[in-house]
């Protein structure tokens, strides 16, 4: 594929790299190098596991493992799909018929052979088995397949996706399409469902950080179908989802940017989706944008839309500046233009490695490269690692007041399993103190369930404590882990743009850093 010698020449991907990919995710055999590294899909690279050897190892072809195994090899490959699943969350990757010392490619008859064991084993996992794309090899064909697990009704994997881009570049207008799925009609109707604020409504301007979400089930078909006028039950899609895309939506105007900066460091995204109207071009704040998720060193890709509205030629300026500007050395990006399906399973399995940028081009009003988009979406993972056997830490976002409960916190669970009645230390107070507060309930998405897990975005009702006792960027932590408060601190600041020269003993004009 062009992509993957793009990849190949910009030193991303090697051959040696790729094969171990290939010999891994889809082709668990003996691994003789455990010093490599494998790029993971949920962005974090691990040391290669060593691999029990398998029955016959001495003789066996690491491609031919799926074609018609034994009930011990099978017994094995079984242990070691499980294993993937736990270490992915829920998703694992194969590519089918990628050979390690032999020429790659399987026949016909040994990949449907190959297909029907993967499926096979998906099936005991409680897991479907989708084939992602085909492709020829030396011998015969490649086939890369997603295993994805059917959660529960009160479980799902969880996506974080940043929404940024300058005001008027259609952020509110495209995720009312994806997650409603109902086109746009040129004047603003698809993001009406989704303001919180009468201003809001009036001027057409996000003022607030708001939350989307898309489900995706077992099998990568999107799950959202809204009810009557339009709206979306959150609690149906999460309990027919096995992944949701939850999109932060961000403000795009200069004057609420301290509310975006705490949309993007707060929520704590996987990704940034940076969009761009292409009849405008890159303008405004989409650069700060661009600085403030590579400041922060989360994975961007773009999404121009408009282009059913805009010239051809202002179309092809708009990608000929967004081009240059990603591979400037302040970003050292890749751009990759997006336009078909190979596109899309090449650019989402690589894009772990952060020089990758994925661009693409959609319309609102035609519908233009939307199912592209969904998806790049459907195959995106989370980054955060597995921490369940760490401490708990709750980060607070937001804090309500709910009549008939009581206070109501929501934030991110950074580590670790927080379950229902669990006791956790809530602060630092005005007095720098942590005090011990129960659980009384958790929801995610609306949703009841009993347990948190990390990188987890989720709701708690607490006992015995008032609103006006938490504000945000409190955390609630294990007792195990013995916070203390301090009033001084040492800390790294990264100064993205600043119109006077900082010396020593420099004060800040303002009252807070952002």
Known sequence: HPLILLLKMAGILTESNHQVVG????SPSIVKKPQAKL???????KPLDIISPIPNGDSFVAKLKFVSPSDE?????????????????????????????????????ELSASLATLDSLAVSCNADMSVLRKKPADKGSIVECLVRQRAPEDDFMEVRVAVVGNVDAGKSTLLGVLTHGELDNGRGHARQKLF???????????????NDILGFDSEGHVVNKPEGHGSLDWIKVCKASSKVVTFIDLAGHEKYLKTTIFGMTGHAPDFCMLMIGANAGVIGMTKEHLGL???????VFVVVTKVDMCPANILQETMKLLVRILKSPGCRKIPVIVSTQDDVITSATNFSSERICPIFQVSNVTGHNLDLLKSFLNLLTTRIPVTDDLPAE???????SVPGVGTVISGTCMQGVIRLSDTLLLGPTSLGEF????IRSIQRKRLPVTEVRGGQTASFALKKIKRNQIRKGMVMVAKELQPTACWEFLGDILVLHHPTTISPKYQAMGKHFY
């Open 23 to 26: 010999a891994v995710s889809g």
């Open 39 to 45: 790029a993971e899909p949920n962005g974090v690279t």
């Open 73 to 109: 090899e099978f017994a094995w490959l079984e242990e070691d799909i499980k294993r993937r699943l736990l270490q992915g969350r829920g998703e694992a990757f194969y590519e089918l018929g990628l050979g390690d010392s032999t020429a790659s490619g399987l026949t016909d008859d």
């Open 196 to 210: 919180r604020h009468k201003h809001e409504m009036e001027s057409g301007r996000t003022s607030s950080v708001g």
């Open 293 to 299: 998720a590579l400041a922060l060193s989360v994975p």
């Open 394 to 400: 709750f980060q607070i976002d937001e804090t309500y």
């Open 435 to 438: 005090i011990p507060v129960p």
